[in-house]
């Protein structure tokens, strides 16, 4: 995640260089086009943080998965098993 970081805030600097290479004198144009960088900046760098969220997310919902299939069968195994029995106490009507 630093390296994640420092690569965005490196490319806002970068941006602002351009910036301030494409309006050489004009100082409010400068502050526009740096402000509308770093909200793009910011913007990929969420989508970015998101991704990787999700992908964490998602990896540790299969390794889950993975270490809980055999917990989670038992279990049904078990519950179906009770309701058999809860079936066969019911009376009928």
Do not use: H, I, Y
Not at 12 to 32: D, M, W, Y
């Amino acid at each position: 995640m630093k390296a994640s970081l420092l690569l965005l805030l490196a490319c806002t600097a970068v941006l602002a260089v351009g910036a301030r290479a494409n309006t050489p004198e004009e100082p409010k144009a400068l502050v526009q086009k740096v402000q509308e960088f770093a909200q793009k900046a910011t913007a990929m760098a969420k989508d970015a943080f998101s991704r990787v969220r999700d992908s964490e997310a998602a990896q540790q919902a299969r390794q889950w998965l993975r270490d809980n299939t055999e917990l989670a069968k038992q279990r049904l195994v078990w519950l179906k098993e009770q309701l058999a029995d809860l079936w066969k106490k019911t009376p009928a009507v």
